[in-house]
């Protein structure tokens, strides 16, 4: 299996801080990489996929980059909507395995 | 605007086999450019993908759950279901059921999932 390493587990942050959540891919994935947020009693939402495209709808203060083995997640200037959980995923191979996930709250 | 729910018994006792289903409502399950898939959350631990199915019938399992998982759906009823046979404690979680769409492979609608406990 492809093991996924997120880091920080936890980060705190204040509004309108940027912030930067990296994934570490034990082998390379192709851009094969998801990012989803999480938040309690919601259901769980598609950032970007491909590593860097925007799924419709998400806001452009989220964008992603990376390659190979090393992916990132970039909020530009945090919301207070956007405290909650991300979770990296590679669909490169099966099975899909995601990232621990980082808890981003509020500093 | 799809949506997806998942309902089964909260409780199953160790050897037993944890049954949950999935109805989808808003959109058809048979459309050929969707998976429809099971993913666990185990306590403080991540997220584990269980596998996925085509309406065609074709289905894709976690190999590491050893061939416990079966998934398999009901087109009639917009419904699919996840067996998880001979669980142990180890198998609870929050299940929840999201639906995988082509032709990037992402899970781009999901339930709010469902916990199940297994105890004796």
């Known amino acids: 299996d492809i093991q996924m390493t997120q880091s920080p587990s936890s980060l705190s942050a204040s509004i309108g801080d940027r912030v930067t959540i990296t994934c570490r891919a034990s082998q390379g994935i192709s851009n094969s990489l998801v990012w989803y947020q999480f938040q309690p009693g919601k259901v769980p939402k598609v950032l970007l996929f491909a590593a860097s495209r925007l799924e419709t709808g998400v806001p452009s203060r989220f964008s992603g980059s990376g390659s190979g083995t090393d992916y990132t997640l970039t909020i530009s200037s945090l919301q207070p909507e956007d405290f909650a959980t991300y979770y990296c995923q590679q669909y490169y191979n099966n099975p899909r395995t995601f990232g621990q996930g980082t808890k981003l709250e509020i500093k | 605007q799809v949506q997806l729910e998942e309902s089964g018994p909260r409780l199953v006792k160790p050897s037993e086999t944890l049954s949950l289903t999935c109805t989808v409502s808003g959109g058809s399950l048979s459309s050929d450019s969707h998976y429809w898939t099971w993913i666990r959350q185990l306590p403080g631990k991540g997220l584990e993908w269980l596998g996925h199915i085509h309406h065609s019938g074709n289905t894709l399992y976690n190999p590491s759950l050893n061939s416990r998982p079966t998934i398999s759906v009901d087109t009639s009823k917009n419904q699919f279901f996840l067996r998880l046979t001979s669980v142990t404690a180890a198998d609870t979680a929050l299940y929840y059921c999201?639906?995988?769409?082509?032709?990037?492979?992402?899970?781009?609608?999901w339930g709010k999932g469902t916990t199940v406990t297994v105890s004796s």
């Open positions: 999201a639906r995988e769409t082509e032709p990037f492979p992402i899970l781009d609608v």
